[in-house]
């Protein structure tokens, strides 16, 4: 399937109002930063992610009542995947002290209801775990199945045939359960992940993130430079900075804007960020080829003919690859639920942001150059 077969637009003549557009995005993006700020997730702030699977329908405002009136009033909760998925995010990385007997008294109740009279030693205590040692290893499994049956994260503590002891883990999801658990005795649910993140470690996440995007643009840069001009690997390296921040700016323009569109920084938009830059440079660098190509055949054009001419040849690929990946990413948004929405929202507005600073802004940097340095580009 071929199309714009003829096409013959004059990119560079806009060159100037593509600029003005360009900054103009970056400056409203990078106000709503300064201003508004961006909301990080739990995996760069710190804290613990609770997921709930209800059996029914849930209303999200039930459930966010019911949370806050255990004392949880910094927590957000939303619905995740579906109308029976919860997703609840707070900064707490353990129970508070005075609720932690209550989860140990759930705790022994298990086992009072299924192994009455079964001699055990705690042998452990912490403010997120109780270690236990059983009477025979034939029982570990046993105990262990129960208690992860009653909703608790239960573990032996050794694969070895003659272990006899087990941790149980008290987080903030037990805390949770327990009292959702009495104040919805209709609608059962489970527990279907907990986790949990420290601040230092949420810190270190943040700056090696940073460092991934900048390292890998500064090795693009490497590439392009050395498989075309330097001047080619500024033009492609610019582009990638103006669609990374455009489409950072996005975050923080929506947020509490469009709903369903809160969109926080995690290690998910990470992923996103770097697979955008991987492919905006694709993007580039087949256009850059082009460019090239046709100044090796028509050696007496000028550069702004042959930049244009480029961009026309290949806007067919670049229309038919972005078309269909943007029509893929579209579905992912709409049907892939909670855990994708973010990712394939953020490859869907920045593949667009980074094929229009493929076309209208990669070429064009490489254009101002020549023109004002008044040099001529050969391969």
Do not use: C
Request: charged share 20%; glycine share 8%; net charge negative.
């Amino acid at each position: 399937m071929r199309i714009f077969q003829n096409l013959n637009v004059n990119y560079l003549s806009k060159r100037k109002l593509f600029y003005g557009i360009s900054i103009a995005l970056f400056f409203i993006g990078l106000l709503n930063i300064i201003f508004r700020g961006l909301e990080f997730g739990v995996d760069f702030k710190g804290g613990s992610e609770i997921v709930l699977q209800f059996q029914n329908k849930v209303e999200i405002s039930d459930v966010r009542n019911n949370v806050k009136n255990i004392g949880l009033d910094d927590a957000e909760v939303k619905t995740f995947g579906g109308e029976t998925g919860v997703l609840i995010r707070t900064e707490l990385q353990e129970i508070p002290r005075q609720v932690y007997p209550r989860i140990i008294g759930e705790i022994e109740k298990v086992f009072s209801d299924n192994f009455p009279g079964l001699e055990k030693r705690v042998i452990d205590s912490t403010s997120s775990s109780i270690t236990y040692q059983l009477p025979n290893p034939d029982t570990t499994n046993s105990v262990v199945e129960v208690l992860n049956d009653a909703g608790f994260q239960a573990a032996e503590i050794s694969v070895e045939p003659d272990n006899r002891d087990i941790i149980v883990t008290v987080g903030i999801a037990d805390w949770i359960e327990d009292n959702l658990q009495a104040s919805m005795p209709d609608n059962p649910f489970v527990v279907l992940k907990e986790d949990k993140v420290g601040p230092k470690v949420g810190s270190e996440l943040k700056e090696d993130a940073v460092i991934a995007v900048f390292l890998s643009i500064v090795v693009i840069l490497i590439y392009v430079a050395f498989r075309f001009k330097f001047i080619f690997a500024v033009g492609a390296v610019v582009s990638l900075f103006h669609n990374v921040l455009i489409t950072l700016g996005l975050f923080s323009i929506l947020y509490n804007v469009i709903p369903g569109l809160n969109l926080e920084i995690d290690l998910t938009i990470v992923a996103a960020f770097l697979t955008l830059v991987g492919y905006s440079i694709n993007d580039t660098v087949v256009i850059f080829d082009r460019i090239r190509e046709n100044i090796k055949i028509h050696k007496t054009v000028p550069l702004f003919d042959i930049i244009n001419k480029s961009v026309n040849q290949t806007m067919s690929r670049t229309v038919l690859t972005g078309g269909t990946t943007l029509l893929t990413l579209l579905f992912l948004s709409i049907f892939g639920g909670e855990v994708l929405r973010a990712f394939s929202f953020t490859l869907f507005f920045g593949i667009i942001i980074g094929t229009y600073s493929s076309i209208f802004i990669a070429g064009a940097l490489v254009y101002e150059y020549a023109n004002r340095s008044k040099k001529r580009i050969q391969f």
